[in-house]
C-alpha cells in the first residue's frame, strides 16, 4: 500500500503519539515511513473539527522529513524542541474533549 493511498483512520491526537513514538524510539527507518505517511495523507472530508490539528501534524511531518537534526537531543536545537513541545500538545487531549467523550471531566 502506497503512502497516497491512505486516509486518517485515527484522530490527529493518535497520531501525533504515534509519530512522538517512533521518534523516540531511535528507529530511523520506521520515523521516516511515519513521517512520510502522514506528510502524504490526504484530509478526510468528515473531520472538519481536527483540521487545524492535522494541518498542523501534517506540516510538522513536512518540516521533519527535511531536517537532518532529528535525532539530535531536542534541548540542544530550538527546531526539534518546537516539534516535540507541538508534538507532546497534539497526543494530549483537552479537559473538554475527555468530558465529551466520556472519559473524565474537565478540570
Avoid at 484530509?43 to 537532518?68: G, I, Y
Wanted: include cysteine; aromatic fraction near 8%.
Amino acid at each position: 500500500m502506497t503512502s497516497a493511498l491512505l486516509t486518517y483512520s485515527r484522530p490527529a491526537e493518535l497520531l501525533a503519539k504515534s509519530l512522538l513514538d517512533v521518534w523516540l524510539s531511535g528507529n530511523r527507518h520506521h520515523l521516516r515511513t511515519v513521517l512520510e505517511d502522514i506528510a502524504l495523507m490526504p484530509f478526510p472530508l468528515d473531520t472538519n473539527h481536527e483540521f487545524e490539528s492535522l494541518d498542523l501534524l501534517k506540516c510538522v511531518a513536512w518540516r521533519m522529513q527535511e531536517s537532518a537534526e532529528l535525532f539530535t537531543p531536542h534541548a540542544e536545537t530550538a527546531r526539534t524542541k518546537v516539534w516535540f513541545d507541538l508534538l507532546r500538545h497534539l497526543s494530549e487531549r483537552s479537559p473538554y474533549e475527555l468530558e465529551s467523550s466520556g472519559l473524565g471531566s474537565p478540570i
